[in-house]
């Protein structure tokens, strides 16, 4: 489960982006001001930091500057001024993107997997699990050596899956990774991607590893072997 770290000393703001973290499947940490931050930043290795401007003691400036000199985790900026020099200021202390408020969670939760995705292709565009092998710089995927033929969203699909083998994405969860926040389509687009990927898939063996559906919830990739 990936971890996440909110800074911010509004206590309804939190609250609100701490259900919709859960809801994507992130293990929360609060912080209320900026030494708190620094301190569970060195305790805990989390995989996305959200981290307000304004808070008291340190401000966000300074805990990014702080947690830069050790860590290149991704962070997210939160203020409540659109100036172009706070933002400046933001991404020159290291933040990787700059939120300003208000905001609706929607938004926060599509930047930080948007963040992420742009961390993970990054630092590897290359996925192998067993009998699967996935290229995301080229999109080429193989199952047991043979070139399966997928489109653009099939290989994100796949991808988003392997990454995150035996984890359950929801409908709704795969709609947001894989189209957007902003996307307007309903949930048969999901199951219909993932008809055509499975028949793809099934045109080379591979007893290590299926798409499964969790009925109720949604889908996952399980490993068999």
Same mark, same amino acid.
């Given at each position: *489960?990936? %971890?996440? =770290?909110?800074?911010?000393?509004?206590?309804?703001?939190?609250?609100?982006?701490?259900?919709?973290?859960?809801?994507?499947?992130?293990?929360?940490?609060?912080?209320?001001?900026?030494?708190?931050? &620094?301190? !569970?930043?060195?305790?805990?290795?989390?995989?996305?930091?959200?981290?307000?401007?304004?808070?008291?003691?340190?401000?966000?400036?300074?805990?990014?500057?702080?947690?830069?000199?050790?860590?290149?985790?991704?962070?997210? *900026?939160?203020?409540?001024?659109?100036?172009?020099?706070?933002?400046? *200021?933001?991404?020159?202390?290291?933040?990787?993107?700059?939120?300003? !408020?208000?905001?609706?969670?929607?938004?926060?939760?599509?930047?930080?997997?948007?963040? =992420?995705?742009?961390?993970? !292709?990054?630092?590897?565009?290359?996925?192998?699990?067993?009998?699967?092998?996935?290229? &995301?710089?080229?999109?080429?995927?193989?199952?047991?050596?043979?070139?399966?033929?997928?489109?653009? %969203?099939?290989?994100?699909?796949? $991808?988003?899956?392997?990454?995150? %083998?035996?984890?359950?994405?929801?409908?709704?969860?795969? &709609?947001?990774?894989? $189209?957007?926040?902003?996307?307007?389509?309903?949930?048969?687009?999901?199951?219909? +991607?993932? %008809?055509?990927?499975?028949?793809?898939?099934?045109?080379?063996? +591979?007893?290590? $590893?299926?798409?499964?559906?969790? $009925?109720?919830?949604?889908? !996952?990739?399980?490993? =068999?072997?």
């Amino acid at each position: *489960m990936q %971890k996440i =770290l909110i800074a911010d000393d509004n206590r309804q703001i939190v609250s609100i982006l701490e259900e919709y973290a859960k809801k994507e499947g992130f293990a929360v940490t609060a912080a209320s001001d900026g030494e708190d931050a &620094l301190a !569970k930043a060195a305790a805990i290795s989390f995989d996305i930091i959200l981290l307000d401007v304004m808070m008291p003691g340190k401000d966000g400036f300074a805990v990014c500057r702080e947690i830069r000199r050790d860590s290149a985790v991704p962070i997210i *900026m939160i203020t409540a001024r659109s100036e172009d020099f706070e933002r400046i *200021m933001g991404l020159d202390n290291g933040a990787d993107d700059y939120i300003v !408020k208000p905001f609706s969670p929607g938004e926060v939760m599509a930047r930080i997997r948007a963040v =992420l995705r742009r961390i993970n !292709k990054a630092d590897s565009a290359y996925l192998s699990l067993g009998s699967l092998t996935v290229n &995301l710089d080229e999109y080429i995927t193989q199952v047991s050596g043979a070139n399966i033929s997928l489109t653009k %969203k099939e290989t994100e699909l796949l $991808w988003t899956f392997a990454a995150n %083998k035996n984890r359950v994405f929801t409908r709704d969860q795969l &709609l947001n990774i894989i $189209w957007g926040y902003d996307y307007y389509g309903d949930n048969r687009t999901v199951d219909s +991607h993932i %008809k055509r990927l499975r028949s793809k898939l099934d045109e080379a063996p +591979h007893p290590d $590893w299926e798409i499964k559906t969790v $009925w109720g919830v949604g889908y !996952k990739f399980e490993v =068999l072997l």
